[in-house]
């Protein structure tokens, strides 16, 4: 018997699925009870090196409200040629070209270990790859040459048949014409064009796109319907000046990147550039919605500064009105928060029912309003990458990583995904969190408490790495007085349509099943198969998606509240004896997550900015668990003389003198050299030949830093530090401050360093976690 | 002032020899005096004060006793006495002025000779005499003044001289003139009638009278032009009574008898009285150094000195003598009203204006009425103090300026500086007086070609883009400047604007599409206006692919107030002024601000809501108007419709911000290319101020009241011109606001503050100052036909956009009557009721008018298209005395003739159909087009000299240019053809007209002598009823 530990693995090396438990309590009661909901993180295109795609259509459960893929949890009649759904129990004939099917030759997807599948389908013409830039002009000349090399770099690494566009924003918008011949072309819009106040209704939103198209000069005269119809693809490909392939357009483009400008109106004393970012995104939004509809795209924005003017505007331009900060926002003083945020939702959704994506660049050293933008990436799947300037490293290694490709060569990339989820009778679904949008899809298998966006059993994710990761929550239906059979299973499918990055339409199968168990008499089963890694980063994204909408001191009572009853439903402990209090091993290490976890930047927004909180929590949503637990709490590795490097607690305690602390936030990477080591290094003792250890030493931890930097996206923060460093504050501000200024009994001691901080410690949280776990008030 | 001013007043005269200016200036006005007799018979003795000689000369026109012996005796009595007064004519003039004789002459010959034929005629007609010019005395006095005054004392040895010479000349000179057609006609005497026009100086009124009878019978067969209550029975009817003489009605006008009929030449003649006074003035120096003196015609060539008052070239009075109060000015009606042209071009034989800077304190400046230094400026106490010579305001001389004075009170340094003794110069500015006290940016010319389907169709797209690219070589600079500082851009539109980055560092110029017609703006700053030189390179390419681009364009659709606003937010962003120039096509139906829809409706056409085919459509328009002046933009529209494009509304804004409008319509590149060409050449290259404001001020007395021009008002006073060319003219009336006095005179000042093309600030200031008179004779004496007829075209063209057309025509027409029954009453010496007695400084002024009621603005005729209408009238709204003058009456100049071997251009004849005839060849000119009208029968040799064709049959019908060819007719003609269009500010279309051919319509309309083809009387119809209408204000 395998432990617990070694399912997991396997299950989420083949199928890229991690559930919160992994036996599932047979009544909705008992569900209930057991606080953290049945649940688990998906990562759809999880790389499967081993799994070649088959190159045929799925077997659909012929059942209209069903249509589940056979799967080999299916029972199959090879004689009769029958198998039956093992979501919907009906009985379907196999297609002809499963006639030689046997017990001994069986078709893939029956094979248990194939219970994740990828088929290769024919579904309409390929549509080739799209890439529209989106480039902010309000930059210092030095950011914008980065900007214009990366570009142009970029170039280069798109596939030669991608259709590519430029759009560059600063007080107006400009949409170049890229085939032209002789003079170039482009396209100009005003950047406060306010579209009426009704924006949000549908019908005004496919005016203005009307209206832009004419004005674009897309729809042919007397083609367009009265709300302006987008035209077909096909012709909209051979109408369409602003889209052309690279190959074709590969100097002219270039060229024209190379001769981008600044933006030319002048910026009087006090005054922000007018940075037209709302208008142009819809521009860009309209363009491919009119041109290319339900086709994979990437509308890639870079910006070098907050949105002032126009719809979608974040602040004024005049400079002594600072930026929203989260205490304007609480006290409700974020003049333009709620107009822009509203604007771009709308334009999120626009893209999103069209299954185009939107990346956001933000490069500035102040903010650039990803509080109000970030549903743009958020809702289409793009990504976010923040930076202080287009000229660093961070930014440059990080676009280049967009365009990294696979073992196969292909891009790391996937569009227009929709994710459906089937279920067994006994489980519904209620919702999923990560960078999806609901399709609204009500089927048997919806269930009526939203966690997450809920409501529909189909999401759209418009653009898909190898490591999007989205949370599901499900809901288990069955009564108390209806007993699932001795052995029963409940199961699971996930049917991931998408479009491969080398124009393929895809469909990735996931079939997972898991034991059904009685709670009241298989308790310690099930307390067992409680994953709390997963469990932590689904509770998590429940808490962050809560954070959203809610007040923080809310989401944080929520989440402790949640912690509480958890220790109480499965501590064990004398009533009222917070000293009795024990945790089993499957869950020891969960308190120790939720007590980072409400320290994290993703709850709290102390120290950051909206636009960081925004950032921090964009990625949070969308990445892999093993991703996200770094992100709940930092991994820390220790350097010294004493051994070889090793993870240590993240706890004040591990900052001593003699050591080199790696500390890997997701989003910094930090190495601290203790008090000694760094005395020894500005003494410059590594460059001396008898202290070569010395230098391997400081070598070590650079070394693995770099093994991370390699493979990250986006690329982390790098810092160097040393004790006392002003920079060392992000190390201390992670790590547990088991010793402060207010525990005076560490004073003087050897180990550590205390931290000044009021925080609590996680020592004094489990006390008291402990006795409210115990106590019979509670 | 006359001669005999000279004489009563020994003093003024010796103050002339040091310089003229001066003591005119400010000195009492003595010259009044003597006209006064004939302006005021009331009190015809009191001026006679002034000496024994001018109450002999005067005194008897004011009696009605015994006139004839008296008017002998004054006339003689006149010569006698002065002899010297009279200049010497050229001896060849005397022919040709005969009929009106000019003054000095007169005495002698006139009275013998003109009096019989004058007789002839109003017997002949035996109701009315016309022609009368009563104040003789005026005219032969003031000619003289007028000649004489540059070189007062050079004078009186050729006097004798001319006296000699003329007088034998007088007797010939009745047959060689006027006299011959007159003579055909018999005798009847009406001495009485006759000799108070024959009064010493009165050779004018040669003109004659004629018989009412003619009008009447004209009259009915007009269509209405004077409004339906001036029925032809009424017409016909009383005058027919009241004179027995008169002859039946029912002869055919033309066909009767030669002895009924009223021979055409015995109405005054504007050629005769242009030549005359080109004979008398042509060539001749005028220097401004008197108060109040009528220049020379516009049509007469003369140079000016200033010598302290502003060149006619740049301000021209309807009268230069003001009455002295308003119930004078009202009593008479004349319009008392300047046209300045403010940046008229000066011949190069003249000075052109010097260039003041005063440092940093700027002009000086009177405290009070802010008017600028000038020679106004009366110097006192010692040269610390001066009193404006405008509010009277005592100011204290800023340290820096002090100057001593000399013993006349003139400042020592007066000479040396122009704002002390000249008319006109300019100061360079200040920072006070620029736009946010920052220096203007040199300003740019925007070309906005519209390049929709009918432009490209027609290749007009290629023709501007092949001429630009070498005409943007001849941009204006300033004087001495190495290139132009003009910058240029361009834009190309349809529906949507596309504008071009055309920067000198560019390989290749980018355009930029702006589809958001609806809020326009610029899409770029830099690169969209550059220097030519710089980016010439990539300005070429663009002009080279400008017409590719488009040429399978098929949107026919435009828009235009976008185009506008993109121009002016352009030079708002440039934070220059500047110009825009567009070549549009079609009426803007496009859905954009300032759509326009057809809304020609002839059935309008005279009635109440006539006025509306005028009026602009208000809203965007208005606002881009206002936009435009602020930002100093310009807007000149070059028009190519084929259909109605409702001119009124597109001409709006640049008949506010000193643009021009041209228009061709049913544009062809082989027609109008080339006349459309030289338009723009001559419009680009024309030298032209930016962001102008200009104010007129005036001495205590009187003010400005209203201005007429392509300018814009924000007030009563500022007059706002986003730019103001060399042709464009601002006409100013006056009225009173207390009396003027007859010692200082009326006093005029206007200064121009604008951008000059290099991009410096400058004040161009005009001084002008004039006479004063409590008497009418000494006003009417001093009026100028030419002005005043600039003046009533303006001010009824602006009337007509509140007014109904006809009751404008029938303000005209009273007023016409109201002036000249007035000069009847007050200043003409008694005559019959039924002689129509012309005052001679305006004896040609009926035909002008008649010209005027028939333009197509004014004559109210549905076959005249809206666009048309609406063209011309906006067309003079800006034009200069020049310009409208050979528009109401054109040139007829007749060269199937000509004497190739001579230089001149032959004299132009009477413009109507009976000058022309079947066998001849005539030019006619009027300032926008060149006529060549080809009789049937004319000789093939012409026919073969000017175009190379055996005859008039090989003639295309639409034939553009004459072929230069090498023979002495066709030289000639082309030199005749060359000599006018320099003379014109603007280019001339050539249009080949062979008699009873289609176009010949086109031609007739310019025949304003005759019959309006539209409506419109005759001139002599229309004298007929001017004089049946100051009969009725006289009784």
Redesign the interface.
Known sequence: MTTYQEFIQQNEDRDGVRCSWNLWPSSRLEATRLVVPVSCLFTPLKERPDLPPVHYEPVLCSRANCKAVLNPLCQVDFRAKIWACNFCFQRNPFPPSYAGISEVNQPAELMPQFSTIEYIVQRGPPTPLIFLYVVDTCLEEEDLQALRESLQMSLSLLPPNALVGLITFGR?I?VHELSCE?????????GT?ELTPKQIQWDNVKRFVACLQ????LMKPGVSGPHGQPLAPHDAAASCRFLQPVQKVDMNLTDLLG?L?RD???VPQGKRPLRSTGIALSIAVGLLEGTFPNTGARVMLFTGGPPTQGPGMVVGDELKTPIRSWHDIQKDNARHLKKATKYYEALANRAAVNGHSIDIYACALDQTGLLEMKCLSNLTGGHIVMGDSFNTSLFKQTFQRVFSKDYNGEFRMAFGGILEIKTSRELKVSGAIGPCVSLNSKGSCVSENELGVGGTCQWKICSLSPSTTLALYFEVVNQHNAPIPQGGRGAIQFVTQYQHSNMQKRIRVTTIARNWADAQSQIQHIEASFDQEAAAVLMARLGVFRAESEEGPDVLRWLDRQLIRLCQKFGQFNKDDPSSFRLSESLSLYPQFMFHLRRSPFLQVFNNSPDESSYYRHHFVCQDLTQSLIMIQPILYSYSFYGPPEPVLLDSSSILPDRILLMDTFFQLVIYHGETISQWRKARYQDMAEYENFKQLLQAPLDDAQEILQTRFPMPRYIDTEHGGSQARFLLSKVNPSQTHNNLYAWGQESGAPILTDDVSLQVFMDHLKKLAVSSSA | MSQQGYVATPPYSQAQPGMGGYPTGFGAPPPQSHYGHYGAPAQPFAPQAAGMLKTAASGPSGMPPSPVSVQHGSSIQQNGAHPQKYPPLPADSAPAMSPYGQPPQRPYHSMPQATPPTQQITNQMSAMNIGGYAPNPIQSPQSPTSSAAPQPFQMSPPTPMGHAALSPQGPQLPPLSACPPMAASPPVGVPPMVMPNCQPGSPLMGGGGFQPQAGPQGFPQQPGSYGGQVPGSQMAGPPAGAFPGAFPGGAAQMAGPPQKKLDPDSIPSTTQVIEDDQVKRGGQLYTTNLRGQVPPFVTTSFSVQDQGNASPRFMRCTTYSFPCTSDLAKQCQVPLATIIKPLASVPKNETPLYIVNHGEAGPIRCNRCKAYMCPFMLFIDGGRRYQCGFCNCVNEVPVQYFQHLDHMGRRLDMYERPELSLGSYEFTATLDYCKNNKPPNPPAYIFMIDVSYNNIKSGLVKLICDELKTLLDQLPKEEGAEGSAIKVGFVTYNKILHFYNVKSALAQPQMMVVSDVAEMFVPLLDGFLVNFEESRAVINNLLEQIPDMFSDTNESETVFAPVIQAGVEALKAAECSGKLFIFHSSLPMAEAPGKLKNRDDRKLVNTEKEKTLFQAQRGIYEQLTKECVNQGCCVDLFLFPNQYVDLATMADVPAHTGGSVYKYSNFQVQVDGQHFLSDLRQDVKKSIGFDAMMRVRTSTGFRATDFYGAIYMNNTTDVEMAAVDCEKAVTVEFKHDDTLSEDVGALIQCALLYTSISGQRRLRVHNLSLACSSQLSDLYKSCETDALINFFAKSAYHAMLAQPVKVVREILVKQTAHMLACYRKNCASPSAASQLILPDAMKVFPVYMNSLLKTPALVGSAELSTDDRAFHRLSVMAMGVEESQVLFYPRLIPVHSMDVASEAVPSAVRCSEERLSDTGAFLLENGQCIFLWLGQACPPDIIQNFFNVPSLAHLGTDMSSLPELDNGHSKKLHSIICAISQQRSSSTKMVIVKQKDRSEMLFRQHLVEDKGLYGGASYMDFLCYVHREIRQLLT
């Open positions: 107006m400009q002789g003079i170039a072309k482009s396209y100009v819009f005003r064009k004419e004005m674009l000069g001769e400008q030319p109106w002048p």
